[in-house]
């Protein structure tokens, strides 16, 4: 599963924000789905392609959410939304995990993986939903390749002399002009 998640992530890297999200959302739907099958069964091998299709949705939607965050979080907040994004995102692999025990003591393993499954489905679809309806009604920004901010010209780091306001425009900074340092 994890591995699955790391491919897609590595094999997405050049898709479009939004690309990144459907991709992941449609792969992660007919995952779960194989793995609930195979819980019922039960059958290793479906099991086993079920956690692979859903890790790559999960790796995809991930990266996708990443660049969502770096895309429209200010370059002086990045750091803390991109920490929010993470603290959400290690609540989402606890708290699942942890309802999926305690409901197993309630009922069986087949109806808590089922019960589970249909409600992260759910959410996949609702994802899904929002995505479709694009920017400005729950989608992603656009991401580098879809329109690239500045006129065309991709955000630099400021470790290289160049830096970046409020509104996005690209500036030098100081360091780089007292140095004589030139812009990559």
């Keep these: 599963m994890f591995g699955a998640a790391a491919l897609a992530q590595v094999a997405l890297s ?3 924000t939004s690309r990144q ?4 959302l449609t792969a992660l739907i007919p995952g779960l789905a194989l793995v609930t099958i195979a819980v ?3 059958s290793l091998t ?3 392609l079920g956690g692979a299709l859903a890790g790559a949705g999960a790796g995809a939607a991930f990266k996708g959410s990443v660049s ?3 895309a429209i979080a200010p370059p002086t907040r990045r750091g803390e939304t991109l920490a929010g994004l993470f603290l959400a995102a290690y609540f ?12 197993t003591q309630f009922v069986s393993a087949q ?11 759910a959410a996949a679809v609702m994802a899904s939903r929002r995505l479709a309806a694009g920017p400005g009604h729950g989608g992603p920004p656009p991401g580098p390749a879809e329109s690239p901010p500045s006129g065309g010209k991709p ?16 500036y030098e900074t100081s360091s780089s002009v007292l140095t004589g340092g030139s812009l990559p």
Excluded: K
């Excluded at 999200?21 to 992941?24: K, V």
């Excluded at 989402?92 to 409901?103: D, F, S, T, Y």
């Excluded at 109806?111 to 489905?121: N, W």
């Design 111 to 121: 109806i808590a993986v089922l019960g589970f499954a249909a409600v992260l489905v």
């Design 21 to 24: 999200l459907r991709i992941g």
């Design 68 to 70: 969502t965050v770096i």
């Design 14 to 16: 050049r898709a479009a």
């Design 46 to 48: 479906l099991f086993l």
């Design 92 to 103: 989402g692999i606890a708290v699942p995990v942890l309802g999926l025990g305690l409901a």
């Design 155 to 170: 955000w630099r780091s400021p470790q290289r002399g160049i830096a970046s306001d409020a509104h996005g425009a690209l």
């Design 40 to 42: 019922w069964l039960p």
